[in-house]
């Protein structure tokens, strides 16, 4: 097809391709049902935010582990949820935080980019990578972390980034599981 614009994306162990495209309910709900068929999903919350439930324009799907990580675990479920993601023609990106995000939206909302303000909240953060390439081109690079496992890194990160700056978020993150 003409003009189907496709993504190379390595984060990771993982390397995958993409047709950019905006996920619908459909392949969301297909991802959400196969993600939490894996038992380990749900010793930890997971919660939508970010464009998708904002109901932007957007080509990820942004979510938010936590609970008390064990990290063999977490990382697995990190790696799962991207390589479901892949199967259905979704770009998951997600962490694990040390906060729930609800807490963040509910006591300082302004760091989560809701109305005015100027809070700031640091999140610690595990992820299978500090770095993210897309084309082959570095997108994203944490400077500063930690090596928890092999293939599982913890660094702090502040909000509002300032993309959150400079967008309108009205939506509180929604419970996936309880």
Request: aromatic content about 16%; hydrophobic content about 35%; overall charge positive.
């Amino acid at each position: 097809m003409v003009g189907m614009v496709k993504n190379k994306f390595r984060f990771g162990n993982l390397e995958f391709t993409l047709t950019k495209k905006t996920p619908t309910d459909e392949m969301f709900q297909q991802w959400k049902q196969e993600f939490f068929s894996m038992p380990e999903a749900n010793n930890y919350k997971v919660w939508l935010t970010g464009g998708y439930l904002e109901d932007w324009e957007s080509n990820d799907i942004d979510l938010i582990m936590t609970g008390k990580p064990n990290y063999k675990e977490v990382k697995n479920l990190l790696y799962q949820a991207r390589i479901i993601g892949v199967k259905y023609g979704l770009l998951i990106d997600i962490s694990h935080w040390d906060t729930e995000p609800i807490y963040i939206y509910e006591n300082f909302p302004s760091a989560w980019g809701v109305g005015e303000g100027s809070e700031k909240f640091v999140v610690e953060k595990l992820n299978i990578d500090f770095k993210l390439f897309i084309n082959d081109n570095l997108i994203k690079e944490v400077k500063k972390y930690k090596k928890v496992i092999d293939g599982l890194y913890r660094y702090k990160f502040t909000y509002p980034t300032k993309k959150q700056l400079t967008r309108d978020y009205k939506s509180k993150p929604i419970l996936l599981n309880e």
